[in-house]
């Protein structure tokens, strides 16, 4: 019985010693895969670049605003350049109607205050905030105005939208 015991064993340890040893070495795949690990760890870090934006007035006067990262900034951002009217609303904000929609999900809400960018979802219209306003749930945040906040009040007519680049 002992032997025929130590030789279940042996024979099972036999056997668990070539499985392991089939693990151990390396193959073309397991290389692959890490190469395609770090491309894809390169190509994410490159989307979460900052994105500005320049508005630019006929009398040459400019906006810069940079974007938030939401799904709904990048789609305004795909969209560009434009050459879009610009339009006055309440006594706090212009607005502009962007010719796609923009994808909310995910987007932060908006706390609007002088010099949020955000996009108002009923209606489909992004707008510069040049004085404060209250918060609203249909209020989507794209970015903020980093230079020429001074001069929103200010515009009207047809602006050109445009994407910076990368400094």
């Known amino acids: 019985m002992k032997k025929i015991f130590l030789l279940l064993s042996l024979l099972l340890m036999t056997f668990s010693l070539t499985a392991c040893n089939a693990q151990v070495e390396p193959t073309q795949d397991n290389t692959t895969a890490n190469t395609n690990v770090k491309t894809t760890t ?3 870090s490159t989307s979460t670049q ?6 630019t007035t006929t009398n040459k006067q400019t906006i ?11 789609d305004l951002y795909n969209q560009l350049p434009l050459s879009i009217d610009l339009e006055d609303y309440s006594t706090n904000e212009k607005i502009f109607y962007p010719p796609n929609k923009l994808n909310t999900e995910s987007t932060p809400k908006a706390t609007p205050k002088i010099g949020t960018l955000a996009y108002y979802e009923p209606w489909g219209d992004v ?6 306003f209250r918060a609203n749930n249909d209020l989507y945040e794209l970015g903020h105005v980093i230079s020429g906040g001074d001069i929103v009040s200010e515009l009207s007519g047809t602006v ?3 994407a910076m680049p990368n400094q």
């Open 160 to 162: 050109t939208i445009e």
């Open 50 to 55: 900052t994105k500005i934006i320049k508005l």
């Open 42 to 44: 390169e190509t994410t």
């Open 127 to 132: 707008v510069i905030f040049y004085d404060d």
């Open 64 to 74: 810069e605003i940079e974007l938030n990262n939401s799904p709904a900034a990048n």
